[in-house]
């Protein structure tokens, strides 16, 4: 099975910060990955696949990058409805990796 | 506009089963791969397993022993169920499909998520 590390676990920032949230799986699965944001009580929202490509409607502050092993999701200039929890997801296999929550 | 709604009972007891439905309105079932994720209460997602419409699983190898899929065209449903349910199968449980048709792909439209509590 595929495993997938996201790094940190809680990232503490401020309005106006530029995130940058990593994701490491445990063997290749070439672009293969999404990232979500959940909010607490909601169902995650997908805002990017193909690791680069942003979902309809996803503000353009949000980027991905990466492909292989290593990915990162960007945001470049954090805003109040960004503070929730981020999750990457391998669909190669299904696997998510263990979230990164963004506080103030 | 399609829409998920995941339905069940909100407490099994435990080395009962659990049962869950998701009705798909708003648009077709068909070739689709209708997926299942659950998520415990304050911890991260896990990939349950899929069905496709022509009824092949895919299942969580954790899971797999204890675990089933169906789907019901004619119902535009598809179900969950998982047997001898402990305390660690305790969370919300989501139906959710892939944004592209008949690929495995990321998820764009989830339900709202089911809470299943396993308590005697």
């Known amino acids: 099975d595929i495993q997938m590390t996201q790094s940190p676990s809680t990232l503490s920032a401020s309005v106006g910060d530029r995130v940058t949230i990593t994701c490491r799986a445990s063997q290749s699965i070439s672009n293969w990955l999404a990232w979500y944001q959940q909010k607490p009580g909601k169902a995650p929202k997908l805002l990017i696949y193909?690791?680069?490509t942003l979902h309809s409607g996803v503000p353009t502050r949000f980027s991905g990058s990466g492909s292989g092993t290593e990915f990162t999701l960007t945001i470049s200039s954090l805003q109040p409805d960004d503070f929730a929890t981020y999750y990457c997801q391998q669909y190669n296999g299904y696997s998510f990796g263990g979230g990164t929550k963004v506080e103030i | 506009q399609v829409q998920l709604q995941e339905s069940g009972p909100g407490l099994v007891k435990p080395s009962e089963t659990l049962s869950l439905t998701c009705s798909v309105s708003g648009g077709s079932i068909s070739n689709y791969y209708w997926t299942w994720i659950r998520q415990p209460p304050g911890k991260g997602l896990e990939w349950i397993g899929f069905i496709y419409d022509n009824g092949s699983p895919n299942y969580n190898a954790s899971l797999k022993s204890r675990l089933f899929m169906s789907l019901d065209t004619s119902k535009n449903q598809f179900s969950l169920t998982l047997t001898s349910v402990t305390a660690a199968d305790t969370a919300i449980y989501y139906c959710?499909?892939?944004?592209?048709?008949?690929?495995?792909?990321?998820?764009?439209?989830w339900g709202p998520g089911t809470m299943v509590t396993v308590s005697s």
């Open positions: 959710a499909r892939p944004f592209r048709r008949g690929q495995v792909a990321a998820f764009d439209l």
């Open positions: 193909e690791a680069s």
